[in-house]
C-alpha cells in the first residue's frame, strides 16, 4: 500500500476535480465538495510527508516498466514536503473563495480548475521523468490561464495575455532543451540522466543544453530578467488565485532548478557565477519595483520577485548549508506570501481598493486584525524569532563560509529593502489616517458581511499564520527536516539508487 | 535529409521569433504555432532518422535487431501536439475575447496592467 | 453561407466520419487504438454538419451538452487508470488485459477504458471550443 501512496496526492486531485465537474452549476455543492476534499488531501499528503521521513525515499514506476523506460514517481524529502504544502495552501484557499469567489465565477468551474492546478503541482513536484515534468507544467499553466481570465475583466484580459506569452515561450524553450538533452543523452529519467551526463565528453553541449534549461525555468520562477510578466499579471484576479499564484507558481520554477542543478546539472564553474549574478539582479530589481509601485498587491508581487533570489542565491552558492537555508526560505516563503495576497483580498473589502495612499487607519478601526496581519508582515522581514529570519541565518552563514561577500551584500540588501517595503506599507495601512474615497455601490464592505462571511476570509489567514507561528516557535523541526533535504539534494546518489533498487526490495 | 530537417526547424523557430516580435495578436498566436510545430521537428529530429525500420519485435524473436527507429521521439511529439493543441486553442479563445474587451489588435496598447497610478 | 451541396453532403459524411472515428478509436494508425485522433473526427463530423446546418441544428442533434462530455470522459480515464491499484495492487495505469478475445474489437484491456475516455474529453473540450468561438460575440 505505502508503494500506491506516492501518487495518491495527484489522483485524490483528480477525483475532487472530476466530481466537481459534475456538479458545474451548483456552486454551494461545489464549495462544499471542495473543502472536503482539500482536506482529505491533506490527511494524504501528511501520510506521505511521514512515510518518506520514516522510510526513505519512496519511489513507483507507473504501468510497472522497470525504471529508466517508464516513468517514475520518486517522493523525496524535499518533493513530499512541498506537497504537504501545497495541499495545506489549497485546503486555506478553497476555504477564502467562499466568500472571496462571487457564485458566477464558481459556474466557470472555478473549483475544478483550482484543484487540476494542485494535481499538476504535486505532480510536478512528485515526478521523476524530465519530460513528464514538462507535461505537468504545461498542466498548471493551462489551468493558471483559465483561473486568471475566469471573470474576464479588461485588466485580467490584457495581463493574461502577457502571461500567456512568456509561460507559452518559457515551455517552448524547456521542451528545446528536453529534445536536446534526449538527442545527446538518449534517456528522459532524471536518475540515469545524473548518471550519464558525467560520463558526456563535450561539455560545451551539456553547458548550453543546462543554461537552455535554465531559462525554460527561470521564466516561470521569475529570475531576473524574465520576471516582467509576474507584475503585470499578479494584480490582476481576485484575491484567492493571486494568492494561489503568489504562494506556488513561481515555486514550481524554484523547485525545478533546485531539482536540475543538484541532481543532472550540478552547478559548477560558469553556471554558479551566472546563477549567482542573476540572483543579485533578481533581488536589486524586484525590491526597486517593490518600492515605487503605489498599490499593495502590486508591491506584493515584487516582493516575491525580489525574495526569489535568496533561493536562487541559496541554490547557487551550492554548499550543503546554503540549500538548507533556500529550502527553509522557500517553505517559509509559500505560506507568507499566500498570507499577504489574502490579507491584500482583506484590504480591498475594506477600503474598496488597495491604493497605498488612499489606505489607512487600521490600527484603531481593526485593532486584533492589525495584530493578526501584523505577524506575516514581520515574519516577510525576517524579525526574530518569526519564520523568516531562521533561514536567513543559514544563508548568511553559507556565504560567509563560502567567502562570498557579492551573495552577503545581496542578501543584506534584498533583508534591508524588505524591511523598508513593509515599513511603508505598515505607514500607510495601518498607521496613517485613512483619506476620505466615495464608496463604491456594488462592492459589499467588510463591514457588511455577516459573521459566516468574515469567518470565511479570517479563519483561512489565522490558519495560515498559525503555521508561521509554528514555523518560529519550532524552527528547529522545520530546520531538521531542511538539513535532511539538504543531505539528499547533494548526494544524489540515494535518489538514483531509490530509482533503480525498487524491484531488489520488493522481493 | 536531416540537414533539410535542420534547416525547417531553423526556419520554423526564427519565423515564429519574427511574428512573436509583431505588435498583432494574432500574429504572435501565429508565432507560437510556429515555434511549436518547430520545437516537434527537433524532437524528431534529436532522436535520430531511421527510414523503414519500424521498431516492432519479430514473432521469433524477444527483442529488436540492428538498427530501428526510436519510438519514443515520436511519443514525446504526440504529446506535445495534444497539449499545444489545448494551449493554442485557448490562446485562440483568449485573443477573441480580448479583441472584444480591450477592442484593440495592438499588444502595444495593452499597457494597462503595467501603469504606476 | 447556405451551400446546397455541403449540405446534402454533410448528412451523409456525419454517420460516416463517426463511424470511422470509432474504428480509429480502437485500431489508431495501426494498431492498439488512438482517442485523440478519433475524437478529433468525431468532432470534425460535428464541426462539419454546424458549417453546413448552422449551429442550432448541430447543438439539436447533439441533445447534450458538448461539455458533459469531459468529466465522463475524464472519469473513464481516471477509472481506468486507477483499477490496477484497487483491484490488483499493480502500480498505477498498469495495463489489465482480459484473455479472451472478443470478435471485431479483439482483446480488451483497460487501455481501451482509457481511449474511450480520451476520445470523450476530447470530443468535448474541442466542441465546446468550437461553438464558443463561432457563436456571434
Redesign the interface.
Known amino acids: 500500500m505505502s ?2 501512496l506516492i ?1 495518491l496526492p495527484i ?1 485524490v486531485q ?2 475532487i ?2 466530481t466537481l ?2 456538479f ?1 452549476r451548483k456552486p454551494k455543492t461545489q464549495r462544499v465538495l471542495s473543502i472536503v476534499g482539500s482536506s482529505i488531501a491533506v490527511i494524504i499528503a501528511s501520510m506521505l510527508f511521514g512515510t518518506v521521513w520514516n522510510q526513505g525515499t519512496q519511489v ?5 516498466w522497470e525504471a529508466p523506460f517508464g516513468i517514475s514517481l520518486v517522493g523525496d524529502t524535499l518533493a513530499a514536503a512541498l506537497v504537504l504544502l501545497t495541499s495545506i495552501v489549497a485546503l486555506v484557499i478553497s476555504i477564502y473563495s467562499n466568500t472571496n469567489m462571487v457564485s458566477a465565477r464558481v459556474k466557470f468551474g472555478y473549483y475544478a480548475i483550482f484543484h487540476f492546478l494542485i494535481m499538476g503541482l504535486s505532480g510536478a513536484f512528485l515526478t521523476g521523468d524530465i ?1 513528464n515534468l514538462y ?1 505537468w507544467f ?1 498542466v498548471i ?2 489551468s493558471s ?2 483561473l486568471l ?1 475566469i471573470g ?4 485580467q ?6 502571461y ?2 512568456l509561460n ?2 518559457s515551455s ?1 524553450v524547456f ?2 532543451g ?3 538533452l ?2 545527446v543523452t ?1 534517456s ?1 529519467n532524471m536518475a540515469e540522466l545524473s548518471q550519464i551526463i558525467p560520463t558526456i565528453e563535450n561539455k560545451g553541449i551539456v553547458q548550453t543544453i543546462s543554461l537552455v534549461f535554465m531559462i525554460g525555468f527561470g521564466v516561470k520562477a521569475g529570475l531576473f530578467p524574465l520576471y516582467l510578466w509576474l ?3 499578479y ?2 484576479p481576485p484575491a484567492a488565485v493571486s494568492a494561489l499564484f503568489g504562494g506556488l507558481l513561481t515555486k514550481v520554477g524554484v523547485y525545478a532548478l533546485i531539482r536540475v542543478f543538484t541532481l543532472i546539472f550540478p552547478l559548477q564553474g560558469l553556471n554558479q557565477d551566472i546563477l549567482m549574478i542573476i540572483a543579485g539582479f533578481t533581488v536589486f530589481f524586484g525590491g526597486i519595483g517593490a518600492l ?3 498599490d499593495v498587491i502590486r508591491v506584493f508581487s515584487y516582493l516575491i520577485i525580489c525574495h526569489i533570489g535568496f533561493m536562487i542565491g541559496g541554490l547557487s552558492l551550492f554548499t550543503e548549508i546554503a540549500l538548507v537555508g533556500a529550502v527553509f526560505y522557500m517553505f517559509h516563503d509559500i505560506i507568507v506570501k499566500a498570507t499577504l495576497f489574502m490579507i491584500g483580498g482583506v484590504f480591498f473589502r475594506m477600503f474598496g481598493n488597495t491604493k497605498l495612499y488612499n489606505m489607512g487607519g487600521l490600527m484603531n478601526d481593526y485593532p486584533r486584525l492589525s495584530l493578526l496581519f501584523a505577524i506575516p508582515l514581520f515574519a516577510l522581514v525576517g524579525i526574530p524569532p518569526l519564520s523568516g529570519f531562521w533561514p536567513k541565518l543559514s544563508l548568511f552563514g553559507a556565504s560567509y563560509q563560502m567567502n562570498s561577500i557579492f551573495m552577503l551584500v545581496v542578501f543584506i540588501f534584498a533583508s534591508l529593502i524588505t524591511l523598508i517595503i513593509i515599513a511603508k506599507v505598515w505607514n500607510n495601512v495601518f498607521a496613517k489616517n485613512a483619506r476620505k474615497t466615495e464608496k463604491l455601490e456594488k462592492l459589499k464592505y467588510y463591514d457588511q458581511f455577516d459573521l459566516r462571511e468574515k469567518s470565511a476570509m479570517i479563519i483561512p489567514i489565522l490558519m495560515l499564520v498559525c503555521v508561521i507561528l509554528y514555523y518560529s516557535i519550532f524552527a528547529e523541526h522545520i530546520q531538521l527536516v531542511a538539513e535532511r533535504i539538504g543531505n539528499e539534494l547533494m548526494n544524489s546518489d540515494q535518489y538514483v539508487e531509490a530509482v533503480f533498487n525498487l524491484k531488489d526490495e520488493a522481493k | 535529409m536531416e540537414i533539410l530537417l535542420a534547416i525547417m526547424t531553423g526556419v520554423l523557430y526564427a519565423g515564429g521569433i519574427y511574428f512573436i516580435l509583431r505588435r498583432s495578436l494574432v500574429k504572435l498566436i501565429i508565432g507560437i504555432v510556429l515555434l511549436g510545430n518547430g520545437v516537434n521537428l527537433l524532437i524528431f529530429l534529436m532522436g535520430g532518422l531511421v527510414k523503414g525500420k519500424p521498431p516492432i519485435i519479430p514473432e521469433e524473436s524477444h527483442h529488436l535487431e540492428g538498427l530501428y527507429a526510436d519510438p519514443v521521439p515520436q511519443a514525446l511529439i504526440l504529446t506535445a501536439i495534444v497539449i499545444s493543441f489545448g494551449l493554442q486553442s485557448f490562446a485562440i479563445v483568449l485573443i477573441k475575447r480580448a479583441y472584444k474587451v480591450v477592442k484593440t489588435d495592438d499588444i502595444d496598447a495593452m499597457n494597462k496592467t503595467d501603469d504606476i497610478e | 453561407m447556405k451551400s446546397i451541396i455541403l449540405t446534402t453532403v454533410s448528412k451523409t459524411l456525419l454517420p460516416l466520419l463517426l463511424l470511422f472515428s470509432v474504428f480509429v478509436l480502437l485500431r489508431g494508425h495501426y494498431l492498439p487504438g488512438g482517442g485523440f485522433i478519433a475524437g478529433l473526427i468525431a468532432s470534425i463530423a460535428f464541426i462539419l454538419h454546424s458549417f453546413a446546418n448552422g449551429l442550432k441544428k448541430t447543438r439539436h442533434l447533439l441533445r447534450i451538452h458538448p461539455g458533459f462530455l469531459i468529466p465522463v470522459g475524464l472519469a473513464l480515464a481516471i477509472g481506468s487508470a486507477i483499477a490496477p491499484m484497487i483491484f490488483q495492487d499493480l502500480p498505477v495505469m498498469t495495463g489489465l488485459w482480459y484473455h479472451n478475445e472478443i470478435p471485431v474489437i479483439g482483446k480488451i484491456g483497460s487501455a481501451l477504458f482509457f481511449d474511450s475516455g480520451v476520445y470523450l474529453v476530447v470530443i468535448g473540450v474541442s466542441l465546446t471550443i468550437i461553438f464558443t468561438i463561432s457563436e456571434k460575440a
Open positions: 508503494e500506491h501518487i489522483i483528480a477525483i476535480a472530476v465537474l459534475f458545474w513507483l514506476q507507473l504501468g510497472n519530460f507535461v504545461e499553466i493551462i490561464f483559465v481570465t474576464g475583466r479588461k485588466i484580459i490584457e495581463g493574461a495575455v502577457k500567456f506569452t507559452m515561450l517552448i521542451l528545446t528536453i529534445a536536446m534526449y538527442g538518449g528522459l507584475p503585470a499579471s494584480h490582476t515605487v509601485q503605489k
